[in-house]
């Protein structure tokens, strides 16, 4: 298979000179009001992820604050960053190269940043709403029902912005980052929809696995599809390569789409749920492999004779270590859909070990490595430290494979103590001390990775509004 037409994007796509592209076209307001809340988000939720891990390992601390009980941080916490720090950075990026693959201005700069506002009003209220205890007690969604109404609202804002922004674009052909964009758009819908609002209609164990089915596609269908749209992308951007199969992407898209809604049962394998739905979600999480294994044969195919670019280029380091976490997740999550190891694993320390390395080392590499590409271009500015984005790509990844295999290692041990009736469960709490020590000391090194990133965007940020216009114009 030869390598395919480059990534379309200014310059690179076969337009009519009368239609040369212009990139001083793109205000990228609502970009650059996404990427700031985003990171400052990233900062302070990192901030409750280290106490939430002390509190592993000192279960009194601060336990006589009723707001700063583990309760109240842990859904702070994930929806910190998967809302907080991860869509919105997301958002920020959609909002940055999806008029540059149309070579058209964003639709409208005025609802995107009026979808800026809601978010964080959304955010926010959600922030006061957790520490007052105020939620609904669902997993992944605990937001009030009036905050869910709000999230509903600003989707259906970034949807309809998106969409008339490639409704009107110049280029007729779409590149496959445009496919992921209009996927993620129309799939968050319908599974948020289905995890916040069709759970209010059922009970038991038809609510479970409304509810299963949203926690795993909230992954899946929204964290995935927008991961690889940015993947996708900044791979052959960052290094100047042609992406190596447009039919190879398009194959991993629609088997994606097809495979991922069937798979969050096998969270509740074992359990009072019927046979055929048990058999099926094995089934289609094994199939995953399918467009796991298309997209990141596409990159290391795209990649090749590239690698050495790994040195210099702190944008590729991020994305090309998330997609050796995107691989590990995804080879994963079909082994622990078999019922002998979710036997083990299932409800055991495994689990938040392997959510983790999907949010931060997959999703939230390939985040930060578009936001070290995208942040100095949208202010017409310089990276402010090469030093310190090699820094936090370390501390990332060294915190990161601590706390990941730590937690595999640590749940499969936990699920065989289970599984072991002469063993009393609160002998396998006190086992695991040394497992939650070494994760809060893994998380330490995470933090210090997102200080470094925030520090270093926040730092380029300020420096590009110091800057004159014609130094911000030489400098882009």
Known sequence: MQKEEIIQDAGEIPVAASAKYNESIHEDLTAKLFFISSITYFFIVGIIAVLIAAKFVMPTLLGTVPQLTYGRLRPLHVNGMLFGWLLACDMALMYYVVPRLCGVKLWSEKLGVATNILWNFIILSAVVSFLMGWNQGWEYAELPFFLDVCVVIAWIMFGANLFLTIANRKYQ?????????????????????????????????????????????????????????????????????????HKLSMIGFWSLAFVYVWTGAHHMLHGPISQWLQTITVVFSVMLLVPVWAAVYNFF?????????????????????????????????????????????????????????????????????????????????????????????????????????????????QGWQWNNPAIP???????????????????????????TFAYNILATIIGAKGQGVETQAAAA
């Not at 050796?324 to 082994?335: A, D």
């Not at 070990?353 to 997959?362: E, I, K, R």
């Not at 939650?436 to 997102?450: A, E, H, N, V």
């Open 173 to 245: 052909t779409m590149y496959v980052t445009l496919w992921y964009a209009m996927g993620t758009v129309l799939w968050t819908a319908f599974v948020y929809l289905t995890g916040n609002f069709a759970t209010l209609f059922t009970t038991g164990v038809n609510q479970a696995n409304l509810n299963w089915m949203y926690v795993h596609n909230a992954v899946g269908l929204i964290f995935t599809p927008v991961g690889l749209a940015i993947a996708y992308y900044f791979i052959p951007k960052a290094s100047n390569t042609p992406l190596y199969s």
């Open 301 to 413: 195919a795209t990649m090749q004779g590239q690698w050495h670019q790994l040195r210099e280029n702190v944008s590729l380091k991020f994305l090309m270590s998330g997609v050796v976490f995107y691989l590990l997740t995804c080879f994963q999550g079909p082994m622990h859909s078999l019922h002998v190891v979710n036997a083990i694993v299932s409800k055991t320390d495994w689990i938040p070990g392997h959510a983790h390395m999907a949010v931060l080392g997959a999703f939230s590499f390939f985040a930060i490595a578009g936001t070290y590409y995208a942040v100095p271009r949208v202010f017409k500015t310089n990276l402010y430290s090469t030093a310190l984005g090699n820094w936090s790509f370390w501390l990332f990844l060294v915190g990161g494979l601590g706390f990941f295999v730590t937690l595999w290692l640590g749940g499969f041990w």
């Open 425 to 451: 469960f609160i002998d396998t709490v006190v086992a695991l001390k040394p497992v939650w020590t070494f994760r809060l000391f893994s998380g330490f090194f995470m933090f210090g990775g997102i200080v």
